[in-house]
């Protein structure tokens, strides 16, 4: 584990995408920053402008509108940058799979570095997908 | 050998500035029942924008956009060490008073310069927004320095106005020196950008507003003149208010960031009509008040 990924791992500030989700998956990111699971003890802060962003966490069923978007998005963001997949539906289309809209699953768009499922996964699973990361990022260098 | 100590009051005041700063998001963070980050939060984020990739936007003004947070960065650091030999050495130059006012505005500027050259609309609306708070704000902080100085009896050396107050009579503890004091904490709270007067990087509305382009290195220098204003900004107002020992002063500051913690957190942001509205019709005639008792000797 080198010094970078040491100090990287300890302040991820978190880019929130919303790609066509049913909001649910939103509400419970948004959990996480509350008193009960208060993400911030770990450095992790929630910031506006995708030229800050660490981490993406994207949500929701690609369609054929946000999928470009997305695309444009991950090109924006600075590298190193790394892209959490929140909930079922961008992990494996869910229910959305024979929509005559959506096109494919995130990672064929974009890398997709965690896999969170779940609809919507609770607060704990989403911090356990972020500590996922974490030991992927420290361990990878080795 | 003075300039190994230069550099020491520099390095002293980039970590105080950074504890400062720790302990308002801690604060908050208490403030609303949470654990909050560990003291070298501050620290370790500057580090990260450091070892992360800079991106000058397509269609930016490159020279203004590198140039503004490195202009910035190094007129916060003048202002922190023209106060820290003022207060240590008894060294300074005529009119030291005027130099550092114009030495604050200049980070505030160029941040609107900065935002303006890198080509994104939510940075103008920003860079608009803050222009229009500068001039509410610095107005009311130059009433309250006038206040100051009437009562040193027109000295405009900074440290003939921390030893006229070493000597007994605090200007904290005067009416007049009351009223300038309310004025200069109003003047802190919309300089750092903390929430009734964060109308520029309003993160809900306009997406950290002026800082949006900014990336990689660049955005830490940003961080880093904002940590040293941090410290700089509450010690000038120490200073001018209630000096004392260095001791004394460490706590005081600690205090203020106290105060100003409290501020954020039982107001909401305003809207910058409310902004202007709260500097001009209310700050400034209480500011005109405070001279004529200053004049009058209260
Ligand atoms: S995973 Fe479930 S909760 Fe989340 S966006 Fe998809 S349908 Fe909604």
């Known amino acids: ?142 | 050998m003075k300039f190994i100590l230069y550099f020491l009051f520099l390095f002293f005041s980039v970590s105080m500035g950074g504890i400062g700063w720790w302990l308002e998001r801690k604060l908050t963070a208490r403030f609303q029942y949470r654990v909050g980050p560990p003291w070298y939060q501050n620290f370790i984020d500057i580090m990260k924008l450091f070892i992360k990739e800079t991106i000058i936007p397509q269609g930016a003004s490159r020279i203004l956009f590198i140039l503004s947070p490195l202009v910035s960065l190094s007129s916060s650091l003048i202002v922190a060490l023209i106060l820290i030999t003022d207060y240590f050495f008894k060294q300074n130059f005529i009119a030291d008073i005027i130099v550092i006012i114009y030495l604050l505005i200049i980070p505030s500027l160029f941040l609107i310069l900065g935002a303006f050259s890198s080509a994104n609309p939510l940075a103008l609306v920003g860079a608009i927004r803050e222009t229009k708070q500068l001039i509410a704000y610095e107005f009311v902080f130059i009433v309250s320095l006038v206040i100051v100085i009437i009562k040193t009896g027109g000295s405009l050396f900074l440290s003939e106005i921390i030893e006229r107050q070493m000597l007994g009579n605090i200007y904290f503890k005067s009416f007049s020196g009351l009223i300038a004091f309310i004025l200069a904490f109003f003047y802190l709270q919309a300089k750092l950008g903390i929430i009734p007067f964060d109308t520029p990087e309003a993160e809900q509305e306009i997406a950290s507003g002026v800082m949006i382009e900014y990336s990689g290195a660049l955005l830490g220098f940003w961080k880093i003149s904002k940590l040293l204003l941090y410290f700089s900004l509450p010690l000038f107002i120490i200073f001018l208010f209630l000096p004392g020992k260095f001791v004394d002063i460490i706590i005081k500051y600690f205090l203020l960031i106290l105060l100003i913690t409290v501020v954020k957190n039982i107001n909401p942001r305003m809207r910058i009509k409310d902004v202007l509205e709260f500097f001009w019709f209310f700050l400034f005639p209480l500011g005109l008040i405070g001279i004529f008792l200053a004049i009058n000797g209260y």
């Open chain 1, 1 to 142: 584990m080198g010094l970078k990924e040491k100090i990287l791992v300890k302040s991820l500030w978190v880019f929130h995408i919303s790609a066509g989700s049913c909001n649910n998956c939103d509400i419970e990111i948004l959990d996480c920053l509350t008193p009960r699971f208060d993400i911030e003890r770990f450095g992790m802060q929630l910031i506006g402008s995708i030229r800050h962003a660490d981490v993406l966490l994207v949500t929701g069923a690609m369609n054929k509108k946000s999928a470009p978007i997305l695309k444009d998005l991950y090109e924006q963001a600075p590298k190193p940058c790394f892209v959490v997949a929140v909930g079922t539906c961008p992990c494996s289309q869910h229910m959305f799979k024979d929509s005559y809209n959506t096109i494919s699953s995130l990672d064929a768009i974009i890398p997709v570095d965690v896999y969170i499922p779940g609809c919507p996964p609770k607060p704990e699973a989403i911090i356990a997908g972020i500590a996922k990361l974490i030991n992927k990022l420290t361990n990878d260098k080795r």
